[in-house]
């Protein structure tokens, strides 16, 4: 269950690094920011961000039990 929930707390933190690192035109290095069409809108994701934001969450998680 604390996966689950370290993904929802990944996916927060990956839209609003991503907005800003996206948003100013580079693409964050080893973030690997990219532009994603979702319907009619232009979201910018990063899978590195989003497994290394999990990560942590999970970790923290796991140290507070």
């Known amino acids: 269950m ?3 929930k370290a993904f ?3 996916v927060i933190l990956t839209v609003v690094v991503a907005v800003v690192v996206g948003s ?5 290095g080893a973030l690997a ?3 994603m069409a979702l319907g009619d809108y232009r979201v910018f ?14 970790g923290i998680m796991a140290l507070q039990r």
């Open 8 to 10: 929802g707390l990944g």
């Open 33 to 35: 920011v990219h532009k």
């Open 24 to 28: 100013q035109g580079s693409s964050g």
């Open 45 to 58: 994701w990063s899978w590195p961000l989003f497994l290394a934001g999990s990560g942590l969450s999970w």
């Open 2 to 4: 604390d996966m689950l």
